[in-house]
């Protein structure tokens, strides 16, 4: 996935840059759609190696800013903007005393909760069946961000990029999208404690309405 976010975001680059006619537009959007994700947890002890798996599937709305380049075939080129978090879920389990004091023995209650943050678009709109629609062709590169209360450990910070490919219309200043979005895989460790290891995956469905000035 990387070389293909590679290969669209010099392309973006060269094409913002050129000297073509065009318009800059800015504006806002709002969104709404479901976050998907599934992990697995591995117990990173040598006594212990087991393995704890979870789904959430989160609801959410949220809003964005952006600025366009368009030029005069209709091809626009965009970057915006989530100023907010989306929340990817939460959970919490408590682990029983077995009654021994070894490597594997961290007993306690455990919390966690994960969301994206700083969520950054790169886009491209392409206009077909000469009207209003057009395809859609993004990139994000966001953090995923954790919060977790565990006895003897806590986890890092990632940043990750995804793949946005839908389709919208245009209408004057108005936009209308509906989008599918598949992110590269999490894989974090634990650090402080037990060396656990978090594999997850994360992809989204958007709609998402947005005016320009």
Not at 52 to 62: C, L, Q
Not at 171 to 190: A, Q, T
Not at 197 to 204: F, G, H, L, R, T
């Amino acid at each position: 996935m990387r070389n293909i976010i590679k290969i669209f975001l010099c392309s973006f680059l060269l094409v913002w840059g050129s000297s073509a006619y065009a318009e800059i537009k800015y504006g806002f959007g709002v969104s709404a759609g479901q976050v998907s994700s599934s992990g697995t947890e591995t117990e990173g002890t040598a006594a212990d190696t087991s393995k704890r798996s979870k789904s959430f599937d989160e609801v959410f709305a949220t809003a964005d800013i952006f600025v366009e380049y368009m030029l005069d075939s209709g091809l626009t080129f965009g970057v915006s903007h989530i100023p907010y978090d989306i929340d990817l879920g939460s959970g919490s389990r408590i682990d029983s005393d077995d009654g021994t004091n070894d490597a594997a023995d961290d007993d306690g209650t455990r919390k966690a909760e994960a969301s994206l943050e700083d969520f950054v678009t790169l886009y491209a709109n392409y206009p077909f069946g000469g009207g209003n629609a057009y395809a859609l062709l993004g990139v994000h590169m966001a953090t995923v961000a954790t919060t977790e209360t565990l006895p003897n450990s806590s986890y890092d910070d990632e940043d990750i990029y995804g793949l946005q490919v839908g389709v919208g219309t245009r209408n004057g200043n108005y936009k209308v999208e509906l989008s599918y979005s598949d992110f590269e895989d999490v894989n974090i460790s634990s650090t402080g404690g037990n060396t656990n290891k978090v594999d997850a995956d994360i992809d989204m469905l958007q709609f998402r309405v947005a005016y320009s000035f």
